[in-house]
């Protein structure tokens, strides 16, 4: 049970952007480079963390939960982290009710891509700048590029 909070406080972290830190004296934030294999790990460790019953698929409400139980955790009741991780969820069941992992790693490493301007597989500091210039020239807030609703996957046939 008490891996609970630390499973949230990751995804937390993984969702508002991988290792930010606050730059010494200036106020501005420094974020290290992420490569491909690194979100694709996140991911998983991620979905691991989250699938509460460890049945190979995460659903709507045990990511629900998770949030619930991260923003106790930290006191957010509805605080930045706490929406950060609702506009996630809600991205990436859309009308679904679940996920496998490989849908979930799929919705990851799709947002990675998006990320990833030079497609050089990795995200760096300058190009996560240029996606925050490029949002707010839109008019939107600083939310994840969209990805597409997973489609349900049919459980497998059970061998007679």
């Known amino acids: 049970m008490k891996k609970l ?3 949230i406080a990751l995804c937390a972290a993984f969702v508002s952007a991988p ?3 606050q730059a010494a ?15 694709q790990q ?5 979905f691991q963390m989250l699938d509460a019953n460890k049945d190979g698929t995460l659903t709507k409400a045990e990511a629900q939960t998770g949030l619930a139980q991260f923003a106790a955790a930290r006191g957010d009741q509805g605080g930045r982290a706490a929406g950060r991780i609702q506009r996630m969820i809600d991205g990436a069941f859309g009308a679904a009710q679940s996920l496998t992992k490989a849908q979930f790693e799929a919705l990851v490493l799709a947002k990675f891509d998006a990320m990833d301007l030079d497609h050089n597989g990795r995200v760096t500091a300058a190009e996560r700048q240029q996606l925050r210039a490029q949002r ?7 939310a994840a590029p969209a990805t597409a609703a997973p489609q349900p996957v049919p459980a497998p046939a059970k061998p007679q």
Do not use: Y
């Open 5 to 7: 909070p630390l499973t």
């Open 19 to 21: 290792a930010l830190a």
């Open 25 to 39: 004296g200036g106020g501005a934030t420094i974020e290290r480079d992420q490569t491909r294999a690194e979100a």
């Open 42 to 46: 996140r991911a998983d460790g991620m």
């Open 136 to 142: 707010q020239a839109q008019g939107q807030v600083t």
